[in-house]
C-alpha cells in the first residue's frame, strides 16, 4: 500500500475582502456602444475569441483571443471591435482590489497580458463562475467569490512578479462605513448631509476623505452602485423604467434615463433590449 502525505503548515490568517460586483458575458454586435468609462472597482476582461482595440486617455493597444486586460479603478477605458473578426469576452468587475504593477511602462493603471498557453487553467474558472450564477443555486455567489480568490492567485502564480495584488490599507473607519451604508440603502433618499450627518463629520472634509481613499466622490459612487443595480433590473425583471428608476433611488425616470445614457451609451430600454440577445449575459453578484 502506498501511502503520501502532504502537510501544509503555513496558511494565511488573512481572510480575502475582495468582492466579485459582477460577471458578464458579451459578444460584438451592430449595437455595440463604445465610449470611455471609469469604474471605483477593477475590472479584468479575458478576450475568448476576435480582435479588437483597448482605448485608454494616452494609449490604444490590440487585443485578440487569451488577451487578458487588468484595470484598476477609475482608469478611464473603452474597447472597440474588428467588424471582420468580432470580438467575444468575459468581464469580472471587482471591488476592493488594486494591481501594483512592477512596470513603470502603464504607471500602474493598466496592463495586458498573453495568455494562450494558459488557457487551459484561467477559461475553466471564469466559465465555473458564470454557469453559478446561470443556475443561481445554493451558496453560489460564496462558491464565485472562492473561483475568483483561486484565479487571482493562479494569475499571480503564472505571471510571476509582473504585478501583485493588494487593497485599500488604512482605509478611514469614516469612509469605509458611508461606503457600506449607501452600498445597502443605494435606493433611498440619500445627500451629502445625510451621509455627514452618519459619519459625523463635516461634509466637505467627508466628500475630500473620501475621494482620496476611493479616487470617487460620494455622490458618484453611489450613482455608480445605483447603475449598477439598475442593470441588473433591466435584465433580469419585467420592471418599467419608471420602475426601475425608482427603485434603485433615482429621483425622476428622465434623470434615470439621461444618467443612465450618459454612462453606458445606451438607454435603459436600448439596454434591456440588447442583454434579451441569448447570446450576451451578464450576471451580477453585488448585493
Not at 153 to 158: E, Y
Not at 205 to 216: N, P
Request: glycine share 2%; proline share 2%; charged share 20%.
Amino acid at each position: 500500500m502506498a501511502h503520501v502525505k502532504y502537510s501544509i503548515m503555513e496558511l494565511s490568517a488573512q481572510n480575502s475582502i475582495e468582492r466579485l460586483l459582477y460577471i458578464s458575458s458579451s459578444t460584438y454586435g451592430q449595437d455595440w456602444v463604445s465610449i470611455y468609462h471609469s469604474h471605483s472597482f477593477s475590472e479584468l476582461i479575458y478576450v475568448l475569441d476576435g480582435e479588437g482595440t483597448f482605448y485608454t486617455e494616452n494609449d490604444h493597444i490590440p487585443i485578440k483571443k487569451d488577451t487578458l486586460v487588468i484595470i484598476n479603478p477609475n482608469v478611464k477605458h473603452t474597447e472597440t471591435s474588428s467588424s471582420t473578426n468580432p470580438l467575444s469576452y468575459i468581464v469580472l468587475g471587482v471591488d476592493n482590489l488594486q494591481f501594483q504593477f512592477n512596470s513603470e511602462e502603464h504607471l500602474n493603471n493598466y496592463n495586458l497580458l498573453d495568455f494562450n498557453m494558459k488557457r487551459h487553467v484561467i477559461l475553466p474558472l471564469l466559465q465555473a463562475m458564470l454557469e453559478e450564477c446561470k443556475q443561481n443555486q445554493k451558496f453560489y455567489e460564496q462558491i464565485c467569490q472562492h473561483y475568483l480568490t483561486i484565479m487571482l492567485l493562479k494569475i499571480t502564480r503564472m505571471t510571476g512578479n509582473t504585478f501583485s495584488i493588494c487593497t485599500n490599507k488604512d482605509v478611514p473607519s469614516e469612509c469605509e462605513y458611508v461606503k457600506h451604508y449607501m452600498d445597502s440603502h443605494y435606493h433611498e433618499n440619500i445627500d451629502l448631509d445625510l451621509l455627514s450627518s452618519l459619519a459625523h463629520q463635516n461634509k466637505f472634509y467627508l466628500s475630500r476623505k473620501f475621494t482620496k481613499t476611493y479616487g470617487i466622490s460620494p455622490i458618484n459612487y453611489l450613482l455608480e452602485r445605483r447603475i449598477l443595480h439598475s442593470k441588473n433590473l433591466l435584465r433580469n425583471s419585467n420592471f418599467s423604467i419608471t420602475e426601475v428608476a425608482r427603485m434603485t433611488g433615482f429621483s425622476s425616470s428622465n434623470y434615470f434615463t439621461q444618467y443612465f445614457k450618459n454612462n453606458t451609451g445606451l438607454s435603459p430600454l436600448k439596454y434591456r433590449q440588447k442583454y434579451d440577445d441569448k447570446d450576451t449575459a451578464e450576471l451580477e453578484l453585488v448585493e
